[in-house]
């Protein structure tokens, strides 16, 4: 499990240098991924399904960004969009089109379907992280910056 872990957060990271992410927010960026993905892991083991897992791994890795977006003030999409990429569901994608090609429509669909659950797993996932309110984060933020100002006084 370390192992991929350690893949998860390598991969976020080298994900968030392809796009441009400010240098000071990669070591976030790679702790986000790899959250994400442990996240992704220990549901799986307690025996949620790609979807469930996806959805609840999506939602931590959601609400991570958000806090991180409010402490480091920078945007939440910086963490967020680096985060996701272990979760997308490339080899579903990449399955599903190859079935389809083959002609094999019963494995096409069989794949098609997981993938798209899983898509939608992780695409409800950012919508509940993002339906708390800002205020919440922003206070976060501003009682952690407040507390750092102190202590440099």
């Known amino acids: ?3 991929q872990l350690l893949a998860a957060m390598l991969g976020t990271l080298a994900f968030g240098i392809v796009f441009d992410v400010p240098r000071r927010e990669y070591l976030f ?4 991924g790899g959250l994400g993905w442990l996240a992704y892991l220990l549901l799986g083991k307690c025996g949620a399904d790609m979807a469930l897992a996806s959805l609840g791994s999506a939602l931590i890795l959601t609400l991570t960004a958000r806090i991180l977006s409010a402490v480091r003030r920078c945007p939440a999409t910086v963490f967020l969009i680096t985060g996701i990429f272990t979760l997308v569901p490339g080899a579903g994608i990449y399955y599903t089109a190859y079935y389809a090609l083959m002609g094999d429509l019963a494995l096409f669909t069989v794949k098609g379907l997981e993938t798209f659950k899983v898509a939608g797993g992780i695409t409800l996932g950012i919508v509940f992280g993002f339906a708390l309110p800002q205020s919440w984060f922003a206070r976060l933020g501003r009682a952690i910056h407040d507390r750092t100002a102190g202590e440099k006084e």
């Not at 960026?29 to 986000?32: G, L, P, V």
């Open 29 to 32: 960026c790679a702790i986000n």
């Open 1 to 3: 499990m370390m192992g």
